[in-house]
């Protein structure tokens, strides 16, 4: 597997990681733990060593599985979780308050059976928390040894300026992919500009761009994809354009649709890695191949020509969640 640092931290992750929420939280099919363990130790046998968690999946069970998963690995991986999101009263809320940040960095490391996390996210900002103050608690673990790395997930440009000037962040990680383009507006000069690497989540967009999900697809009550805009019939529909576009550059690559579409996130920048998540040992080995398939310039050239003719259809979250993003 080639290597890739984040930015200018230093820190160097498998170009393709593997994002863990899927494995037992928020989609219909999910793994028994045995199984889950399992699939992330065979990632790290094909040479993944970067792994996305956090402490609302599950919640604190993706992190248990994860820690016990990698735990025989531990010197040779990387592990990302992430902090600022409790449950209150069936609802999820962010929290970034200092005593909060402490107790979730303790149940983290419990969870994860580790002594230090390598990446700790702030999952969503916390508009009644200044990012100073977050910054400041990151500043303390990292002198503390508890995190050796901080990031910030889905925030805007002006919150990675303030955090960035307090404590250096080494990543940001945002969604990302042909059908969620929006950080290539402000997101991605920011962080080329202060030397910040960057994590694309649902790179897949959650699933679609393997190729895998038609125009007639349901989802369960207990899949989040049955309460996205993106996701209802008409926007299934109107979106297999793209599809068509990622089949077409797939057979002229002798590749498949998730690959071009892993491949064509990693000829951005080089300081990129996308964090797919799959259930499935022979989708794993299909997105770790996407590392050795390379687009040149003027097949991105072409790719992009395409898209920007192309127009997605339907939201990417519900309102509320959406609100949650970009502050």
Not at 226 to 246: E, W
Not at 247 to 252: H, P, Y
Request: aromatic share 8%; net charge neutral.
């Amino acid at each position: 597997m080639r290597k890739r640092q984040l930015g200018k931290s230093g820190l160097e992750v498998s170009a393709i990681g593997f994002g863990c929420m899927g494995l037992n939280f928020a989609y219909s099919q999910t793994l028994e733990k045995k199984d889950a363990i399992a699939l992330l130790r065979a990632a790290v046998e094909r040479g993944v060593t970067f792994f996305d968690t956090a402490e609302l999946y599950g919640p604190f069970t993706n992190e248990e599985l994860v820690g016990e998963a990698l735990k025989p690995y531990r010197d040779r991986v990387v592990i990302a979780t992430k902090f600022g999101i409790k449950l209150q009263d069936g609802k999820q809320v962010p929290d970034s308050s200092p005593a909060r940040i402490r107790q979730s960095v303790e149940g983290s490391l419990k969870r994860l059976s580790t002594d230090v996390i390598d990446l700790y996210y702030q999952h969503r900002v916390d508009a009644s928390t200044p990012i100073e103050d977050v910054a400041w608690v990151m500043k303390d673990l990292i002198r503390e040894g508890k995190i050796k790395h901080w990031g910030l997930s889905e925030p805007g440009v002006q919150t990675v300026r303030r955090a960035h000037a307090v404590q250096p962040v080494t990543t940001v990680e945002n969604e990302y992919s042909m059908w969620w383009r929006r950080p290539e507006d402000e997101m991605l000069p920011v962080l080329e500009e202060l030397g910040i690497g960057f994590v694309p989540y649902s790179p897949l967009g959650k699933g679609f761009l393997t190729g895998s999900i038609g125009k007639d697809a349901e989802f369960a009550k207990n899949d989040f994809r049955s309460i996205v805009p993106r996701f209802t019939p008409d926007a299934l529909a109107a979106n297999q354009v793209l599809l068509d576009l990622l089949r077409d550059v797939a057979a002229q690559k002798k590749a498949t649709p998730a690959q071009i579409a892993l491949a064509w996130l990693l000829g951005q920048k080089p300081w990129i890695v996308p964090i797919p998540g799959t259930t499935k040992l022979s989708r794993l080995e299909e997105n770790i191949g996407a590392a050795d398939l390379k687009l040149a310039p003027d097949d991105l050239k072409r790719i992009d020509d395409a898209l920007n003719r192309i127009t997605i259809m339907g939201g990417r979250y519900p309102e509320e969640l959406e609100r949650r993003t970009g502050l």
